[in-house]
């Protein structure tokens, strides 16, 4: 495939978000390697139950990024430099209040909320310690989301990677320290990972309070602008509750079938995510590209944009996939898995690495749509292929976890055929600011 001026710059986007978004999923991995190492399956399965539900809260506030990326684009696309910032400075102000909010809400709610997945006593005990002290890591996971997309919308996928890198290293550093060195048990992992989080949030702040004084740009909170930036985000917002029902769904499931089937569920889930995040770097370019070539009212450029960008999709995924197949055999000595977990480990690698063609479409198509500010129609999409997804899973619930991701996989091509169907039309052409 010959390399064009188009994509270059889809590359230099996606390159340097390709690696903020792999340097998360990588040092969870670490994280999954150092509790298994340090504290045994048992504490593993904790960390997957706890993991599920921390990321589902933060994950439901994924609008923060995608949606400020997509305005920040679509203004900038426009010349309204001033007004993209501002929509930065109100994501910002968002994702604090909502922090405080999530902090205040699911502390008390953490014993109900890991009781949910059927774990035994000794994984719940370990899962509502790991959840409550990470919950108090939230304003400054959130507030990474918002300054994230603030910069992917202003073209620059580079501060966000040196970030990424540098907070996901800080990470795995304090979690071995605390876990290994001070024997601090599943709370140490937990607090490496509050401390880093919040550093790179620190980092972030700086980096648009810069920004906003240099175009002139007040930091004060503006309660209209917050207002809208909520309101922009809701359709998003029901979109990753279908994303996440399905998962949690799928950790639920896995929990039931067994200690073993649910730390094989959770050590691929981390492996399925780390190649999310991969194929997701081309979806960050979709989004940052899309918002300001609509917004500079340029639909020829959007269409072969996007074009382009499927074909990298399907590519990468292809790539990426027989990555997985040749490193099946490394992966349980990795986790220090004993013999059941890494025998139903390898089975479970053959679904997820068979679909990630699939994903690198859906991906791209989702970057493409939500930087158009398609919204609405990818709430809806989210609801029909999680009721798709649905009777699937629970069919699969007694044939073992296998079965689990091959529900997984129709879930995925169910999303395939609702996002190909909208980007062949014109609906989502929106130009202007």
């Known amino acids: 495939m010959p390399i064009t001026p188009r994509d270059r710059e889809i590359l230099r986007l996606a390159v340097p978000a390709f690696g903020a978004l792999v340097a998360e999923p990588l040092f969870l991995l670490a994280d999954y390697a150092i509790v298994g190492h340090g504290l045994g399956t048992t504490a593993v399965g904790a960390l997957g139950v706890a993991g599920a539900v921390l990321t589902a809260l933060v994950n439901l506030c994924v609008f923060l990024a995608y949606g400020t990326t997509a ?38 709610l953490a014993p109900p909320l890991v009781e949910l997945f059927g774990a035994n006593p000794g994984q719940s005990e370990q899962a509502v310690t790991y959840l409550r002290i990470s919950l108090l890591g939230t304003p400054g996971m959130l507030v990474v989301l918002a300054g994230t997309g603030v910069l992917r919308g202003l073209q620059d996928t580079v501060t966000p990677l040196v970030v990424a890198v540098g907070s996901f290293a800080l990470n795995a550093a304090l979690n071995a320290w605390f876990v290994l060195g001070l024997d601090w048990g599943i709370a140490g992992s937990a607090w490496g990972t509050v401390l880093a989080q ?21 930091l004060t909170p503006d309660l209209g602008g917050i207002r809208q930036a909520g309101t922009a985000g809701f359709a ?5 509750v279908c994303l996440r029902v399905v998962l949690v769904a799928a950790t639920v499931i896995a929990t039931r079938m067994g200690e073993a089937e649910l730390a094989a569920y959770a050590i691929a889930t981390q492996v399925w995510t780390l190649l999310a995040f991969a194929l997701d770097a081309i979806a960050i370019a979709g989004q940052a590209i899309t918002g300001r070539s609509l917004g500079a009212g340029d639909v020829a450029a959007t269409r072969a944009a996007t074009r382009r960008m499927v074909q990298w999709g399907v590519w990468s995924g292809a ?9 099946r055999p490394l992966l349980p000595p990795l986790f220090d898995a004993d013999p059941h977990v890494a025998e139903l480990l390898l089975a ?40 798709a997804y649905l009777p699937a899973a629970l069919a699969a619930s007694g044939f073992g976890v296998v079965a689990l991701w091959c529900a997984l996989g129709v879930w995925m091509v169910a999303r395939l055929i609702t996002l190909v169907r909208r980007a062949a039309g014109t609906a989502w052409l929106v130009t202007g600011a």
Do not use: E, K
Request: glycine share 14%; charged share 10%; hydrophobic share 60%.
């Open 348 to 387: 479970v690698l053959w679904p997820v690495a068979l679909f990630q063609p699939v994903c690198g479409v859906v991906f791209v198509l989702d970057g493409v749509l939500i930087g158009a500010g398609d919204q609405r129609y990818l709430a809806w999409a989210g609801v029909w292929t999680t009721l």
């Open 319 to 327: 790539v990426l996939g027989l990555l997985v197949l040749a490193a």
């Open 236 to 240: 998003l917002f029901i979109r990753t």
């Open 198 to 218: 919040t550093l790179g949030a620190a980092v972030y702040v700086v980096v648009v309070v810069r920004g906003a004084r240099r175009l002139g740009t007040p």
């Open 71 to 108: 305005s920040v684009a679509r203004q900038s696309g426009a010349g309204n430099h001033d007004r993209a910032m501002r929509s930065g400075v109100d994501g910002v102000w968002l994702a604090l209040g909502i922090g405080v909010v999530l902090i205040a809400v699911f502390w008390p």
